[in-house]
């Protein structure tokens, strides 16, 4: 995708800081972290988010978000990692280049998670049989 910034990025058009590339995949470290060391994992092959990306490529990212959640967590030491992707603008997806953010946690950092909500009566096995009905 010309236009792209992540494909312009993997193309090496754009300054980054590079943490892994391999066949697959590339990971740079996000221009505005949520913390130091806040790694954005992307499939080279440019897909706009998880219902369009490939499964290989999926399982490709997959594979390479273990691989520098390992290597965040034995370089920075932090307390915790969480693992997020946005897809669609409406949670939240900025970028349309599929990419799994790589957020590592350090004590009394400000970062909320999200807040949960209780089911109403019956509404958990409805809502899970709709979803099953479409897999
Ligand atoms: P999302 O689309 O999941 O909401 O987030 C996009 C992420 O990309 C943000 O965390 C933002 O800081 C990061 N980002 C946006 N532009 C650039 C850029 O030019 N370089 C890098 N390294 N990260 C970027
Ligand atoms: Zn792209």
Known sequence: MPDCLFCKIIRGELPTNKIYEDEKTFAFLDINPVNPGHTLVVPKKHAVDVFEIDEEE?????????????????ALQPTGINLGMNNKSGAGQV??????????????????LWKGKPYGAGEAAKI??????VI
Do not use: C, T, Y
């Not at 999926?58 to 034995?74: C, H, Q, R, T």
């Open 128 to 133: 899970a049989e709709k979803i099953r009905g």
């Open 95 to 112: 970028v349309f280049h599929a990419h799994v953010h790589i957020m590592p946690r350090f004590q009394n950092d400000g970062h909320e």
């Open 58 to 74: 999926w399982n490709a990212v997959m594979g390479a978000v273990k691989k520098i959640s390992l290597a965040v967590e034995k």
